[in-house]
């Protein structure tokens, strides 16, 4: 869903009384042929935090070396600790369910990796009530004002507890913090 003055309600609302999952990847590249190495999740239920998820995923395609240096993540960790990437997607899309708000900053790419990996796995996901937005696009509309909307720049400004620390679950959870700050008051729309 788009942000703009017709549909903050409807996320706001989503935000106070319903159910919004805040989702984060790592990659070993930003390419097509890609894939994700990391995602985690966090479950908020009427704005307060109920559960969380975190996988690392074994890839079948090489590491850039310049996306190892950012996440710190190397083939050998993965190999170790990671599992197919079916396998991950499958227990992602269970977490998520349906009748859900996903929220990413900078969703545009998360859920082009997501389709990526569904792609290149024969994967099928579309649930039913499914809306998205991007935290990203929410801190450009509520505080145009900041030089930059980064993430870690977004924790700095509002005084968020959390850290950017492309650590998939401590992102999300960063994210989640930019999130809810974010959204106008009720009583404001």
């Not at 696009?137 to 700095?156: G, N």
Request: hydrophobic share 45%; net charge negative.
């Amino acid at each position: 869903m788009r942000v703009n003055a017709k549909t903050l309600p409807a996320i706001a609302a989503y935000a106070r009384e319903g159910r919004v999952v805040v989702f984060d990847t790592e990659t070993t590249g930003c390419s097509p042929h890609d894939e994700i190495c990391q995602i985690a999740a966090a479950e908020y239920l009427r704005g307060q935090l109920s559960r969380t998820l975190s996988l690392y995923i074994c890839p079948t395609c090489p590491m850039n070396p310049w996306a190892e240096a950012v996440h710190g993540l190397s083939m050998e960790f993965l190999a170790d600790n990671g599992i197919a990437p079916p396998e991950a997607m499958r227990r992602f899309f269970d977490f998520v369910g349906r009748d859900v708000l996903l929220v990413a900053h900078n969703a545009t790419f998360d859920l082009r990796m997501l389709n990526n990996e569904c792609t290149k796995f024969g994967l099928l996901y579309a649930p039913e009530g499914l809306e998205t937005c991007d935290s990203l696009a929410l801190a450009r509309k509520m505080r145009p004002d900041l030089e930059s909307h980064a993430l870690a720049k977004l924790i700095e400004a509002l005084g968020i507890d959390g850290v950017n620390s492309h650590d998939a679950l401590d992102d999300a959870l960063a994210c989640a913090g930019v999130f809810f700050k974010l959204l106008p008051d009720p009583g404001t729309l």
